[in-house]
């Protein structure tokens, strides 16, 4: 039965929606006089870039009733994303700060999120049937569960019902140790569960140490190989594994390959030099959008997944470009990079 108040989503991303509060460049947190606000949130980051590429997205979460939860829900549909499945709950919305790098110095992110109105929403009362009505693809990240044992467990359910109604499922790592060490957690167990569900996993060859314990090494496409065929031999379900690998030169400039792993085959991009860096925050969940977008769009095609990864490249390097946490780059934009072109559009 269709449910009365949602519409089918090519995609739904489960996870929180939080603000960003930014210290202006070349201040320390310390220092601030003024604070940047954005939206941004792993999921609702996805969400916002596959929007942007003309799919169907929504973000499944809750926010608080007020202005704060108002604005997250503007900037959202602002963004073309739907936002039926966001309920209203008590608390409040989780908030982080960031200090941006300059020079020698790295970028710094401050979590304050607990008690958010989306950890503390009893999630065992969800009706997923109603959450993943229409969807093809459910995204989720391991931020979510390393809010806490509840929300572990939220994930877990989500991707279990996913599974069951033959809907394919994406999941970032997205490992965050100051999240997991927060808690008295267990991320390898937890982790392990969640990726068993998963059909398309990014990860690099670090997250594949911490899951299998066992030593893997990102030095050459050899060693990413053996890390990925280890992750295939432990999880039967998964189908795809992507990552990037990035060399930072200094705060603006880094070089950066991406990459994708079937159980069969694998494809490499070039390096590319990312230079004159505005915002970084976000990059990862653009890969994500990016492979999404060429894995969703060529439905069991030959050669999807070497247009995926390029797609994923593009708009990872984009995202660079531009201040706030989530890609908002179009087909043009994407197909302009590959190409190349770097002058004035007119």
Not at 56 to 64: F, G, K, L, N, T
Not at 74 to 86: E, K, N, Y
Request: aromatic share 8%.
């Amino acid at each position: 039965m269709k449910p009365e108040r949602y519409l089918p989503a090519d995609i739904v991303c489960f996870g929180e929606v939080l603000m960003r509060l930014t210290a202006p460049v070349g201040s320390l947190l310390a220092q601030a006089d003024t604070l940047g606000v954005r939206i941004g949130g792993a999921e609702a980051n996805v969400a916002v870039a596959l929007a942007a590429l003309e799919w169907r997205s929504a973000v499944a979460s809750v926010v608080p009733s007020g202005p704060l939860g108002r604005r997250a829900r503007t900037f959202l549909r602002g963004a073309g994303v739907d936002t039926t499945r966001i309920a209203d709950g008590p608390g409040r919305l989780g908030l982080y700060f960031l200090t941006q790098g300059a020079s020698l110095r790295a970028s710094d992110v401050t979590y304050d999120r607990a008690g958010s109105a989306f950890a503390t929403t009893d999630w065992r009362a969800v009706d997923w049937d109603t959450v993943l009505y229409g969807a093809r693809w459910l995204h989720v990240s391991g931020i979510t569960p390393a809010l806490g044992p509840e929300m572990a467990d939220a994930t877990l359910t989500a991707m279990r019902a996913a599974r069951a109604r033959g809907i394919r499922i994406s999941f970032d790592a997205n490992y965050r140790a100051r999240l997991w060490e927060s808690w008295d957690s267990d991320p390898r167990a937890i982790l392990r569960e969640l990726v068993a569900h998963a059909d398309l996993f990014f990860a690099n060859h670090r997250d594949m140490t911490l899951l299998l314990d066992a030593p893997f090494s990102g030095d050459g496409p050899e060693r990413r190989r053996e890390a990925a065929q280890a992750a295939f031999a432990a999880f039967p379900n998964l189908r795809w594994i992507a990552s990037t690998a990035r060399v930072i030169a200094h705060v603006d400039c880094h070089w950066i390959t991406a990459r994708l792993d079937t159980p069969s085959d694998s494809w490499q991009t070039r390096d590319v030099e990312v230079a004159g860096i505005v915002d970084r925050i976000g990059a990862g969940d653009a890969f994500a959008a990016g492979v999404l977008h060429g894995l969703m769009g060529n439905d069991d095609e030959d050669g999807r997944e070497a247009l995926a990864i390029e797609y994923g490249l593009a708009l990872t390097c984009l995202k660079h470009s531009l201040t706030g946490d989530a890609a908002l780059f179009d087909q043009h934009d994407i197909d302009s990079f590959l190409a190349g072109g770097l002058d004035v559009r007119r």
